[in-house]
């Protein structure tokens, strides 16, 4: 009889990790895609910002 709710102790128990790890996974890629997401954004208004600078020296570059 001990060993059975032992085993059902052990079954919640891991339930219980998988569900904490789960979570922490979740919270690290919204993070991850969080940070990706404003240095695109970063670098896209970098970008912008540039695009005229750049394209003026092309058009030098050309004639």
Same mark, same amino acid.
């Given at each position: 009889? =001990? *060993?059975? *709710?032992? %085993?059902?102790f052990?079954?919640?128990? %891991? ?6 790890m +789960? =979570?922490?996974?979740?919270a690290? +890629?919204? +993070? =991850?895609l969080?940070?990706? &997401? ?8 970098e &970008?912008?910002n ?8 092309v =058009?030098?570059?050309?004639?």
């Open positions: 009889m =001990a *060993s059975t *709710s032992d %085993g059902i052990e079954w919640i128990l %891991g339930i219980t990790l998988l569900l904490l +789960l =979570a922490l996974l979740i690290l +890629l919204y +993070l =991850a969080s940070v990706f &997401c404003k240095t695109i954004q970063l670098i896209s208004q &970008c912008s540039n695009s005229g600078l750049h394209n003026n020296n =058009a030098n570059a050309a004639a």
